[in-house]
């Protein structure tokens, strides 16, 4: 893995460990029951930044890398 990406790869856990804090809706009575997470927009926005960077760096290192091949 280069430097970069790991440089990227702590600064993004460094931004989303910001929201590790609660929310109004957490400690009540329905505040760990699924469909909180599922309509919460703060839970579904992290959800969704992640698994699209997620996919994103996956097809970065999936692709095929073309060889240069000299005549």
Request: glycine share 6%; charged share 15%; net charge positive.
């Amino acid at each position: 893995m280069n430097r970069f990406l790991k440089s990227f790869l702590v600064v993004i856990g460094l931004l989303f460990s910001v929201t590790a804090f609660a929310h109004p809706g957490h400690g009540t009575f329905t505040g760990h029951e699924l469909w909180h997470y599922v309509t919460s927009p703060m839970h579904v926005s992290i959800t969704l930044t992640a698994i699209v960077i997620a996919v994103a760096i996956y097809k970065v290192f999936k692709s095929p890398k073309k060889s240069v091949t000299r005549k």
